[in-house]
T-cell receptor, first 115, second 112 residues
Framework: EAEVAQSPRYKITEKSQAVAFWCDPI?????LYWYRQILGQGPELLVQ????????DSQLPKDRFSAERLKGVDSTLKIQPAELGDSAMYLC?????????????FGSGTQLSVL | GNSVTQMEGPVTLSEEAFLTINCTYT??????LFWYVQYPGEGLQLLLK?????DKGSNKGFEATYRKETTSFHLEKGSVQVSDSAVYFC???????????FGQGTTLQVKP
């Protein structure tokens, strides 16, 4: 079965540094999501793309986080500067259309540790 | 706003025991409800879903019934196996974007 690819798998950085995560959704999936999962909590949506357009970034801390999906395929999430509280698992997911009843396919995530 | 509340874990059971993980939700309108499972080192996978009141989702021996009157979607399995050890997330989706709102997750550990 096709998978959502994410890299890197683990990232350790010092606070105030810049970090970037990459996601390649399942081929043909128009909708791409970035979620943040803090240890012991459920994932929370950071940003949602429909093709190359942002549909929802209401929970994205825009002073330090940015996300792009320039060609409507793969996506990059960036943090600059990183803070201690950004330590979390960053999950990418994709779906065919982004409709209410659709199954989301999740990648294995990038585990970020900020020291 | 919309939210999901799950019973706190961890839940520790012996193999072949009966499992219930409670989930309640708050939502406007008529959300779709989901259970996702996260095995160690892997991404979340859809376990089952229900899209309207009284629907029962089922998969791999797990079941959950969408109860609008009690705003609940409890996960059950009659006989758990060691391989069921994982973190289970209840989630809802409403509106037209497919965005999921997750509960905090419940860790299940099944001992032989």
């Amino acid at each position: 079965e096709a998978e959502v690819a994410q890299s890197p798998r683990y990232k350790i950085t010092e606070k105030s540094q810049a970090v970037a995560f990459w996601c390649d959704p399942i081929s043909g999936h128009a909708t791409l999501y970035w979620y943040r999962q803090i240890l012991g909590q459920g994932p929370e949506l950071l940003v949602q793309f429909q093709d190359e357009s942002v549909v929802d970034d209401s929970q994205l801390p825009k002073d330090r986080f940015s996300a792009e999906r320039l060609k409507g395929v793969d996506s990059t999430l960036k943090i600059q500067p990183a803070e201690l509280g950004d330590s979390a698992m960053y999950l990418c997911a994709s779906s065919l259309e982004g409709s209410t009843n659709e199954k989301l396919f999740f990648g294995s995530g990038t585990q970020l540790s900020v020291l | 706003g919309n939210s999901v509340t799950q019973m706190e874990g961890p839940v520790t059971l012996s193999e072949e025991a009966f499992l219930t993980i409670n989930c309640t939700y708050t939502a406007t309108g008529y959300p779709s409800l989901f259970w996702y499972v996260q095995y160690p080192g892997e991404g979340l996978q859809l376990l089952l879903k229900a899209t309207k009141a009284d629907d029962k989702g089922s998969n791999k021996g797990f079941e959950a019934t969408y109860r609008k009157e009690t705003t609940s979607f409890h996960l059950e399995k009659g006989s758990v196996q060691v391989s069921d050890s994982a973190v289970y997330f209840c989630a809802l989706s409403s509106g037209n974007t497919g965005k999921l709102i997750f509960g905090q997750g419940t860790t299940l550990q099944v001992k032989p």
